[in-house]
């Protein structure tokens, strides 16, 4: 049955109204992608070939923009997130776990660095953040050898140099390379797990 010409009317407007919004959101990903941690409505428009006034009516409602973005890029490193836990001796281990970390963090870096700009003003993005830190937090714990696990300071030190903002810090702050910066978090954790007394918690 043809639905009457009123609603396949409105059903149009709403369809592409959903085109321009998928092509608004994908248009910011590839503009933070490319470094641009707030992107201005004109480049928007631009990179998704739709009108201002289209990127205005949805940029209104940023909060689910910020959702689907992350969402999309959740998508993206679920796989990385969801791998087996690494086996061996705590040195195979523990550069397994580096390994996984890097190649996260290299993939949400743009990503991550443009959140903060809008944290304090997303729920969403807090709550994202939380999400994900504690997954990374649970990944680590659950990777380390017992011995360690039953050290909440060393715990705590293993998780700082672990975390992104450590990552950030070495790749933009002090400008290394990832090789370099690499090297730099290998030696840190090895410090750390050397530093620990064995059979001592």
Known sequence: MTPPPGQQKQDGRRLRSEVSRRR????????????????????VAARADVGLRSVFRHFDDMESLYREIAEAMLVEVTPMLNLPQP?????????????????????IMPFRTAADVHL?????????????NEMLRKAMRSALPAEFRKDRTLLDALEAVFSFEFWRRLRWDQ???????????????????????????
Do not use: N, W, Y
């Open 24 to 43: 608004i959101v994908e248009a910011m990903r590839e503009l933070i992608r490319e470094g641009a941690v707030a992107p201005r409505a004109e480049e």
């Open 87 to 107: 086996a061996g001796t705590t040195a195979e281990i523990v550069a397994e776990m580096i390994d996984r970390r890097i190649k996260l963090f290299e993939r």
């Open 120 to 132: 304090h003003r997303s729920p969403f993005l807090l709550e994202d953040r939380l999400r994900m």
């Open 175 to 201: 400008q290394l390379s990832p090789a370099q910066a690499r090297r730099t978090v290998e030696l840190a954790v090895s410090s750390l797990l050397d530093a620990k007394p064995r059979g001592k918690a």
